[in-house]
């Protein structure tokens, strides 16, 4: 292992990519530790050190932000509006013929998809650094039950003030989106991709020792074993795949004999990703935020559906809002996956070129089959995304240590699956130049 570090520096090509990516992440890394303009950073650390972090939406977009998003920082939108709008446009190829078009038209028709995200993304941007600043002047981003309380952290509520905070976050966003594609070029590539993963990981450090300090070395011991355990079994089952074998018919042009090599379709246990949790998450959130914002005036109760939301859809350790959970991210694993993933067009394509699967015929019945398989291995990829998503509920409910465990759910998904695409980049550079990978 050590052996294979000293080689990718050695490699000047590859140290050179690797040294890149290092100062691309140390100048994200920065940002998140520098204020918006007119916020009162020392107010903000009060509100974080009482309250400790958020609920909900904003503590995923947190979580995506490595903590600025509470900082109120330049970065504080992160990479959340790359991601949502990367996602939509991803959606819109299924609702609009054009985006489809443009997909399967190559390297052109992708680069012009890339192009709409962006223009998203700065529309997202503006969007929520808008909303953000409007929670964040109410006192509510930090979760307190007083709006009074933090409510002073900006110093200047007047119209410029905030036309310029959103100008600077919504600036901190493209510049986020300009790095991460600077890592894809001349970095080792899946620049967004680690900037997330190093978003998530610059937070364990610190979630881990609020665990040991408030429950204890013998609870923190325990969240460490299991921690290795989970990790363990996602890296287990990320890798798990079913594969279909193809085989090609032999095909004479001339005198030359082409086709008749055997291959086959790789189909994994988990093939939506982390997308289903985030989708169950933003929309779990709703119904907390429409009762958010249908809180009655001073001396009035609640009104009966307003009382319901805010007993049951806002406690993570409530088992109504787990089940809803669990069964909105199986829900969503299907619907993501249906998507994604199109077996008349795998069987048209394999059609085509003279692919079939043994003891199926081609066209119809190989679509059949694969939509067969596809529908019964995505119940397992399903549930094991409910369960890796529900960790730091029942760490919640067992520790009362929701917003200090971060090491569940969306961000072990994320750490394993990133951390194991950059492993597989770095061998695979290492191959082209050493003929040995990075791992044996």
């Not at 680690?194 to 070395?217: D, R, V």
């Not at 009655?296 to 806002?314: E, F, I, M, R, S």
């Not at 998904?413 to 040995?436: A, N, P, W």
Request: charged share 10%; net charge positive; proline share 4%.
């Amino acid at each position: 292992m050590f052996s294979a570090i000293v080689r990718v520096f050695r490699t000047p090509d590859l140290r050179k990519k690797l040294l890149f990516t290092l100062a691309i992440i140390a100048i994200f890394r920065l940002g998140s530790f520098i204020p918006s303009p007119f916020v009162d950073f020392a107010n903000v650390q009060a509100c974080l050190n009482a309250n400790q972090g958020t609920t909900g939406l904003y503590e995923l977009v947190n979580l995506f932000s490595g903590g600025a998003l509470l900082k109120l920082s330049i970065f504080a939108l992160g990479i959340m509006p790359y991601i949502t709008s990367s996602i939509i446009v991803q959606l819109l190829r299924v609702v609009i013929p054009h985006f489809e078009t443009l997909y399967k038209e190559g390297q052109a028709g992708q680069a012009r998809l890339t192009q709409y995200t962006r223009y998203l993304t700065i529309a997202l941007g503006v969007l929520q650094s808008t909303t953000l600043i409007t929670v964040a002047r109410s006192g509510a981003l930090f979760g307190t039950t007083s709006a009074t309380e933090c409510s002073n952290i900006i110093t200047n509520t007047n119209w410029y003030a905030i036309l310029l905070m959103v100008i600077t976050m919504t600036a901190g966003t493209g510049l986020i989106m300009w790095l991460g594609e600077l890592v894809t070029e001349r970095g080792i590539g899946n620049g967004m991709s680690l900037l997330i993963f190093t978003s998530i990981a610059a937070q364990f450090p610190t979630s881990f020792w609020a665990i040991e300090q408030s429950n204890g070395i013998g609870t923190f011991l325990l969240v460490l074993l299991v921690s290795v355990i989970v990790v363990g079994a996602v890296v287990f089952v990320e890798q798990s795949q079913r594969r279909i074998p193809v085989q090609y018919a032999k095909r004479m042009i001339g005198r030359r004999t082409y086709g008749g090599n055997n291959t086959y379709i790789p189909i994994k246990v988990n093939m939506a990703g982390v997308v289903p949790v985030i989708f169950a998450s933003s929309l779990l959130y709703l119904p907390a935020l429409v009762a958010q914002f249908s809180q009655p005036a001073a001396g009035q109760a609640p009104a009966a559906w307003v009382t319901w939301v805010t007993n049951y859809l806002t406690r993570g350790d409530h088992p109504l809002y787990m089940l809803l959970y669990a069964l909105l991210i199986v829900g969503f694993t299907y619907f993501y996956v249906a998507i994604t993933f199109n077996p008349e067009e795998v069987a048209d394509n394999m059609k085509k070129y003279g692919g079939f699967i043994p003891g199926i015929r081609a066209g119809r019945p190989t679509a059949e089959y694969l939509d067969y398989v596809l529908t019964r291995i995505t119940l397992p990829g399903s549930i094991y995304l409910a369960v890796v998503a529900l960790i730091p509920l029942v760490a919640f409910a067992l520790l009362g240590a929701s917003n200090n465990f971060t090491f569940g759910g969306t961000s072990i998904l994320i750490i394993v699956g990133v951390g194991l695409e950059t492993v597989k980049q770095i061998d695979s550079q290492l191959q082209q130049r050493h003929y040995e990978g990075l791992l044996r």
